[in-house]
């Protein structure tokens, strides 16, 4: 089990589909700045903006915050404001949702407000890659394309480290490593006639006992 996103919440009661809120993560995701995001949610600048922004983005390869100061649509004042609004994830999902027509303020608001009281623990499905990316990305307010690059950084950063014979280990998760089985000898399942199995390298991840214990 675990704890509902406010993002599931909000589905949950009717306030919002699950396309809306992939419509504002997708927001995000294309502003590649979650200070980008926040600005137009808190409607600093305009959809309009966004798009000078962009345009400027490329040709000067500058951040969305660097490039809104040159173009003179964001202050330095406001950028700090954004940065500390940016510490609240569930405020940002919501106020995407707000910019993007799918909940009023009020309604916001609201549910803010009785959502740490009726927030409820869900089952945990299979998680694929893009659906952690997802839940990283609503639950610390970043943005889903900088959380898939760290996702995938992380992962080539054990597996390189499991390829040069280490092994990594992650306090109250587990150790990564690897083991050699040696060449022996087997037998066609299909045929049943004898086959010389190689020798090979295989990974293997041994869970800590803090981890076995929780899942327990």
């Known amino acids: 089990m675990a ?6 919440y909000l589905v949950r009661m009717g ?3 699950q396309a809306d ?5 997708l927001l995000q995701e ?16 305009s ?3 966004v798009g000078e922004i962009l345009d400027h983005m490329d040709k000067s390869d500058e951040s969305f915050t660097d490039a809104a100061l040159a173009l003179g649509l964001l202050t330095k004042q406001q950028i700090t404001r954004l940065r500390e609004e940016a510490e609240r994830s569930h405020f940002r999902l919501g106020q995407l ?4 027509t799918k ?3 009020d309604e916001l608001e609201k549910q803010l407000e009785a959502f740490p009281a009726e927030r409820l623990m869900v089952p945990s499905p299979n998680v694929t890659k893009a659906d952690l990316v997802m839940r ?15 996702v995938e950084s992380f992962l080539e950063s054990i597996g390189s480290a499991l390829a040069d014979g280490g092994k990594v280990t992650l306090k109250n998760f587990g150790t990564f490593s690897t083991a050699v089985h040696s060449a022996r000898k087997g037998r066609n399942p299909r045929s049943g006639k004898p086959i010389d199995i190689p020798e090979r390298k295989v990974a293997q991840l041994k869970f800590s006992r803090s981890l076995r214990g929780t899942v327990e």
Do not use: H, N, P, Y
Not at 97 to 100: D, F, K, M, N, P
């Open 21 to 25: 809120i992939e419509e504002a993560l």
């Open 3 to 8: 704890k509902e996103l406010f993002g599931q």
């Open 103 to 105: 909940l009023s303020r």
């Open 136 to 150: 990283v990305a609503e639950k610390t307010g970043r943005d889903s394309r900088t959380v898939k690059q760290l």
């Open 97 to 100: 949702l707000v910019a993007t």
């Open 15 to 17: 306030k919002v589909t």
């Open 47 to 49: 959809f309009k903006q």
């Open 30 to 45: 294309v502003l590649e700045d979650t200070l980008g995001a926040t600005a137009l949610a808190q409607e600093m600048i």
